[in-house]
């Protein structure tokens, strides 16, 4: 079974993930894919540094994430931001592509039930362009005030970065728009778990039940 795994900038997705991945599921990071096809020498990079000159790049000729989050995510920058996300975004679904596929033989040879987690930040915004059909779609969430207060903590943003980065992506309502299972990351880190745990019960027994199925032939 194939699920999506969203939420906004310090929701929690990564702790969500990282339970899942302990529970048995493999995990496709969005995240660590858009770092890696942006590396130096990439062609992501010389397209960026292309379209929005040599300022893109640190001094150890990797992208300028600083120079990014200021210019790029700042309000009034969407034709910048959306112009970035057109070299990114492809890149890292051809890269997903390729795990995607490589997680499905080797878990399918074990024979059981088995999840692959597609952990998307931006799924809400990429929803029709993405190409993967998801059977569920989990949404980590918690308030703005409290997601930006720990961007300052463990990210050290300054504020007005962190309140770009929020308002730069999609909206809670949005998220809910795609998402049908809401995970609260606001309570605490074993109440999360919890109810963590039980959901990937819930989805490994459903897509049991639908592998049996398509063994018989009744779906």
């Known amino acids: 079974m194939r699920i999506g795994?969203?939420?906004?900038?310090?929701?929690?997705?990564?702790?969500?993930?990282?339970?899942?991945?302990?529970?048995?599921?493999?995990?496709?990071?969005?995240?660590?894919?858009?770092?890696?096809?942006?590396l130096p020498g990439s062609q992501a990079l010389q397209h960026i540094v292309?379209?929005?000159g040599a300022q893109a790049l640190d001094t150890k000729g990797g992208l300028n994430r600083s120079w990014m989050a200021s210019e790029v995510f700042a309000p009034g920058h969407e034709k910048e931001r959306q112009k970035l996300e057109s070299i990114i975004h492809p890149?890292?679904?051809?890269?997903?592509?390729?795990?995607?596929k490589q997680f499905q033989r080797q878990m399918g040879e074990q024979g059981k039930a088995y999840l692959i987690v597609h952990e998307i930040p931006?799924?809400?915004?990429?929803?029709?362009?993405?190409?993967?059909?998801?059977?569920h779609v989990i949404s980590?969430?918690?308030?703005?005030?409290?997601?930006?207060?720990?961007?300052?903590?463990?990210?050290?943003?300054?504020?007005?970065?962190?309140?770009?980065?929020v308002r730069s992506q999609s909206s809670q309502y949005d998220r809910r728009q795609v998402?049908?299972?809401i995970i609260d990351s606001s309570q605490s880190f074993e109440q999360m778990f919890d109810m963590v745990d039980r959901v990937y019960e819930q989805l490994i027994a459903e897509?049991?039940?639908?592998?049996?199925?398509?063994?018989?032939?009744?779906?």
């Open 122 to 135: 931006l799924l809400a915004e990429v929803a029709e362009n993405i190409p993967f059909s998801f059977e």
């Open 91 to 100: 890149a890292v679904f051809r890269e997903a592509l390729s795990f995607d």
């Open 50 to 52: 292309m379209e929005f």
């Open 179 to 181: 998402a049908d299972i």
């Open 5 to 38: 795994l969203t939420g906004g900038i310090a929701a929690g997705k990564s702790a969500v993930a990282q339970r899942l991945q302990e529970l048995g599921a493999a995990i496709i990071d969005y995240d660590e894919l858009s770092h890696q096809v942006v």
């Open 207 to 219: 897509d049991a039940t639908t592998d049996v199925g398509r063994v018989s032939g009744t779906k």
């Open 140 to 165: 980590v969430e918690a308030p703005v005030d409290e997601r930006v207060r720990r961007m300052l903590k463990t990210r050290h943003m300054s504020q007005r970065d962190a309140v770009n980065r």
